[in-house]
């Protein structure tokens, strides 16, 4: 406030008289007037740097920029303090690394996460191909047990009615869900295999830990903008169709693999109804003895 500015300028030994109806002129040629005449001046009773209005502006410029001054002064040894615990923390985290700045770290992390997804190459495709049949296999087992083979094999079905159904849900599935369903398999089984190489092999930097950040916010940045382009899904759709159309088996092996997804498909079928059969009955006689289980009340009630 300005008492408080006024304070601060009598401290200096600074005297001024203003009319705040005048201009900075008109004061400063009252002034010379006023101390040209005056006895106290002529005397010595004051110095010439304690009076006029440049000698107050020059105390109050100085004053403000030495303010700045031990600001600035105050913010450095922040800062320094701030270096020290940093240079210290990195000496005793990686004691056998240099010092690294931000951009030198970035670089280094990257280049080892490219390192790393470059080797993804050396995956055999049987490994690619089992991991995205074991995730399609899960993902269709209940659509073509519960939804195409079983309604057609309702009661009372021929084998040419069962037939004849099979292919219509077979092309409706193929014509509309499947082909998103295996790119989305697809896409499901490459963030596996990408995330097991990177986040699961350790680093051979010696800066364990540093990058796991970085590592995660990439694979979700993987997972937010992946997409599959229309065209690739729909070449994919045509590809399902034609084959559904196809009815000769190529070889023996193709054979195998079918019969292989079906039996796969029912043991699936029966647990899942073993599981939901168990919750709603509770524990067998034998599993009460052994696991001193019991039902509950709306186990008993059914």
Known sequence: NRQAKMDTIAETGLFSQENPRDDVKTIRQYEEKFFQSSTLFQSGAFKATQIKMRNL?????????QTVKDSVQEQVEHFRSTRFDLESEWKNTFPK?????????FEKGRDEMLDQVASLMRIAPQEWDDAFA???????SSTVVDKIYMPAAA???TPGHFKTQVDIKLRAWANGELPLLCTEKGA???????SE????????????GLFDPLRKEVLAGIKRRRDWMTADINRLRVIQLSS????TVPDQQSWLLAVK??????????????ERLRQLIGPGAWEKWISWRSQTSEQVRI
């Open 134 to 140: 074991s995730r399609l296999v899960d993902a269709m």
């Open 188 to 194: 499901s089984t490459l963030i596996e295999k990408v």
């Open 261 to 274: 997804f079906m039996e796969s498909a029912i043991d699936n079928e029966q647990k899942l109804a073993r």
């Open 155 to 157: 009661k009372g079905a």
């Open 97 to 105: 690394q240099r010092e690294l700045n931000r951009n030198e770290l």
């Open 197 to 208: 190489v990177v986040l699961e092999n350790p680093t051979q930097n010696g800066l364990q």
């Open 244 to 247: 559904l159309q196809d009815e």
């Open 57 to 65: 502006s020059l105390a109050v410029s100085k004053r403000f920029w």
